[in-house]
């Protein structure tokens, strides 16, 4: 009986189901290697599975509701070597902060590709092109950096069932302190306030006057939305709360 777990288990190993003797894909491998690492302690073996289905060497997970000038404080796991983390985090920020709401929908979940800085040191035989795929984990949005040995031809197939995949398994993994985060973010309803008669077209004094607070306060709230928000502008901050529904 020992023997035949034992043979099983080996099985199992070389992807074969014991019970149909039939192979099992690489992507039902990957499935069930996500199952059995589907918590805050499994979040890096389960990212080093979704890197080597998809056959790259090593992958880098940010999170992009913090200011660019954040730096390493947008990582949230990553196998790179420090030094490419240190020289690319706060590049990844200011890009995002740059890309209008509009874009940042369209390139959900779609694998798009960059080339390194020449000042960027890599390991030897990695390619200096890296893929970035954006998701969301309940508001805030995030992105898997994935690196790739050179000249390796990469499965377009695969790369979308990673975006996918990382996706729901970031979620199990990371929502409990992102909504943790989250609910220290949220907006008040003087904040959402104000976001509405902004979206109205309406200037500080004017709400001030609405509201009947100075303008002073009613510009510390705006600023607080922004904060809150990763936002740049009025016009940002509006596009933020009309994706989220608030006005």
Known sequence: METMRSDAAAWESYGFSAEFGERKSAREILLQELGRCADPAGLSPGLKALTDYVSASHYLLVRHDASPEAGLDVVVASDWPFDMVRGIARTVGASQSRMSELEKCFSLLKPCFHH???????????????????????????????????????????????????????????????????????LTDREIECLYWIAEGKTSGEIAVILG???????????????????????????WAVRHSLV
Do not use: W
């Open 116 to 186: 390194l800085a020449d000042n960027v040191a890599v390991p030897r035989g990695v390619s200096r092109e890296y893929c970035v795929i954006a998701f969301h984990v309940g508001r805030v949005r995030m992105s898997l950096l994935l690196l790739f040995p050179e000249h390796f031809i990469l499965s377009q197939s695969k790369l979308r069932d990673v975006g996918i995949m990382t996706g729901y398994f970031a979620s199990v993994c990371c929502e409990g302190a992102i909504l943790r985060q989250d609910r220290d973010m949220e």
């Open 213 to 239: 607070i100075s303008r002073n306060t009613i510009n510390n709230y705006i600023t607080s939305v922004m904060r809150k928000t990763a936002t740049k502008t009025r016009s940002e901050a509006i596009a």
